[in-house]
T-cell receptor, first 115, second 113 residues
Framework: EAEVAQSPRYKITEKSQAVAFWCDPISGHATLYWYRQILGQGPELLVQFQDESVVDDSQLPKDRFSAERLKGVDSTLKIQPAELGDSAMYLC?????????????FGPGTRLTVL | SQKIEQNSEALNIQEGKTATLTCNYT??????LQWYRQDPGRGPVFLLL?????KEKRKERLKVTFDTTLKQSLFHITASQPADSATYLC????????????FGKGTKLSVKP
């Protein structure tokens, strides 16, 4: 069964360092999402791609976060510099096509700890 | 902006009983609502979607209702099993046209044998 792949699964870094997360969505899925989930909370959308274009990055802290999906397939989320408050689970999800009702398929996430 | 409230952080029930989880929203009525299951350290997994013109949707032991008058969805698991123990998330469209979702905090269900 096709799955969303993410790496690394765990990342420990010191504040002010740069970190990067990678996501490979399910083949054929045009829409890709990056979420941040703090323990005890629901996922919060950071950025949404339709193919290679950003369609929603209103909640992305653009002074330190960046995301790209250059060929409309896999994607990278970067934080530079990392801050203590960035410690969270970073989830990638994908969905097929542009339909509003599409279910989202999530990857296993990257657990980030900033020391 | 849309706000979602899931009735309790935790729900403990006995195996074999029916678990009922509540999702309330406060602003505009969404065109649909989704429920996801999340196990510790894992990403959410889609369970069910119900549209605004549907009163009820079933899938095996799961049942979801959607009351736009009450601004509420109920999620039922009948004949609950310890394997149903997980956090259940309610999600609504974020208000844009791009299919993004707003998630509730979730309810952690524990089914005791």
């Amino acid at each position: 069964e096709a799955e969303v792949a993410q790496s690394p699964r765990y990342k420990i870094t010191e504040k002010s360092q740069a970190v990067a997360f990678w996501c490979d969505p399910i083949s054929g899925h045009a829409t890709l999402y990056w979420y941040r989930q703090i323990l005890g909370q629901g996922p919060e959308l950071l950025v949404q791609f339709q193919d290679e274009s950003v369609v929603d990055d209103s909640q992305l802290p653009k002074d330190r976060f960046s995301a790209e999906r250059l060929k409309g397939v896999d994607s990278t989320l970067k934080i530079q510099p990392a801050e203590l408050g960035d410690s969270a689970m970073y989830l990638c999800a994908s969905s097929f096509g542009r339909a509003r009702y599409n279910e989202q398929f999530f990857g296993p996430g990257t657990r980030l700890t900033v020391l | 902006s849309q706000k979602i409230e899931q009735n309790s952080e935790a729900l403990n029930i006995q195996e074999g009983k029916t678990a009922t989880l509540t999702c309330n929203y406060t602003n505009y009525s969404p065109a649909y609502l989704q429920w996801y299951r999340q196990d510790p350290g894992r990403g959410p997994v889609f369970l069910l979607l119900i549209r605004e013109n549907e009163k009820e949707k079933r899938k095996e032991r799961l049942k979801v209702t959607f009351d736009t008058t009450l601004k509420q969805s109920l999620f039922h698991i009948t004949a609950s099993q310890p394997a149903d123990s997980a956090t259940y998330l309610c999600a609504l469209p974020g208000g844009g046209s791009q299919g993004n979702l707003i998630f509730g905090k979730g309810t952690k269900l524990s089914v005791k044998p």
